[in-house]
């Protein structure tokens, strides 16, 4: 049986992985600038990772949601005290684009509407709703197609309200930096002004926290810094450092019943013990202040990088704008230097997602080889 070849891939086989490090089958090590795509949030194969996840697995691995999970409180409880939102209800699943996808329901069920806000150059997933409010014609098939989404210029707040005054829309979904999209952030004022204009309407306001949340920026959630209550917030990726996970965390305004969400998978006892041990070590090693002292770090150095047009993103979330595209250099970074780093639908934007353990020898290791091919 052949593979459904859907990824261009790299000619490179990890087969191994520790901290920072990613290695292939011939011991050749590489630096993980990428994270796996901001998955990778504690470093590859922590041991109390490790340990918590191979303890569980000689416990229970899986049962359905039909019986008492002591797990999933126990994570609720633990996610409520390092994110600060303590008030919150917490819904699991496996993925971002699932954990988006409940959360659009769950506004429109909420609100009895089915029309939404999203924003140009936005990447919310490639399930049904998902995909739908995301802003790629390209991976939205006809099927998808068939949601009311309307999309507004991230930061224009005068086209939101207009939208918003047909009183007709469940949602505005919004990632605080763009991932996908190229690390673009607006300013407090807008995303305030989301705020208050959702509640003024009637609509709930959908933060997507997939990549940037759990400790990546520097804060635990992004829209922290721009002092927002958001009604329900999706998180994914850094969630389970690999292990698949994911979840929404929905404003105590918005009651459940049963039934209203499901999953087999979502919040098994696997996942929950990944996801408590990450929290563990982004508690006890202090992640959040190392994403952000390193950022400071990476900025400094990144003011001399020739060729260099801008420095984006904030936290471990970071983009380098050249003005030519970067995907020779990134291939050179990968094959000569053996630096992973990624993309982003701005052909000319080098993405720096690393695991959150990052160390400044580790992105001196990066500078130098910057240097030499620029
Ligand atoms: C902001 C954002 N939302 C949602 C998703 C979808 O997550 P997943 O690939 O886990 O479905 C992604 C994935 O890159 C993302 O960056």
Redesign the pocket.
Known sequence: MSLFEVYPLFDITPVKAKDVFVYDEKGTKFLDLYGG??VISIGHSHPHYVKSLTSQLQQIGFYSNSIQNPLQVKLANKLAGLSKCEDYQLFLC???????ENALKLASFQTGRKKVIAFKN??????SA?VAV?DNPKIVAPINAQQEVEYIELGDLISVEKALQKNDVCAVIV?CI???GGLDESTTGFYQGLEILTKKYGALLII?????GFGRTGDFFAFQKHGIEPDII?M??GMGNGF?I?GILIHPSIKASYGLLGTTFGGNHLACAASLSVLEVIENESLMSNAAKMATYFIEKAKSIPKLKTIKGRGLMLGLEFDFPVSELRKTLIYKHHIFTGSASNSNLLRILPPLTIQKQHLDIFFEALYSEL
Request: glycine letters at 12%.
């Open positions: 795509h901001a496996n993925s971002g684009a699932e954990a988006n936005s990447f919310h997933g490639r399930t998902a995301t990632e763009q991932g996908v997507d926290e997939v990549q940037s999706s994914a990726k698949p994911g």
